[in-house]
């Protein structure tokens, strides 16, 4: 099994909810961010004054998934959320060890 986290643009949500339902995903945590990266932030002007913007907000999806849908979840996040410009976001993989449904008990590939 695989975690993966992917930080995106808030107004691509939607349409990368709705692949990764098509692609298998059987549930989601999305989680309001803020950070920066190469972008470093940016400035804006409010009441003729400038501010430093120094936190991009942003969001987060987490799925865990299957080994076997690995590549078309991660192709379906990278054609959604691609714009093309700096900002675009990051997608981050990382091995389960396991995973226990607390409900039930159940563990592995059955918890998720």
Excluded: W
């Excluded at 803020?34 to 470093?40: T, Y």
């Amino acid at each position: 099994m695989k975690k993966v986290e992917a930080i995106i643009r808030h107004f691509k949500l939607e349409d990368i909810k709705s692949s990764l339902i098509e692609c298998g995903v059987e549930g989601m945590t999305v989680t309001e961010v803020k950070g920066f990266g190469r972008q470093k932030g940016h400035t804006e002007m409010y009441r003729g004054n400038e501010y430093a913007i120094d936190f991009i907000p942003k969001v987060k999806i987490e799925v865990v998934i299957r080994d076997e849908i690995l590549r078309p979840v991660i192709d379906k996040i990278i054609e959604r959320a691609q714009t093309g410009q700096i900002g675009d976001g990051k997608i981050f993989v990382t091995d389960l060890v396991d995973v226990v449904r607390i409900r039930t008990g159940e563990t592995g590939a059955d918890a998720v």
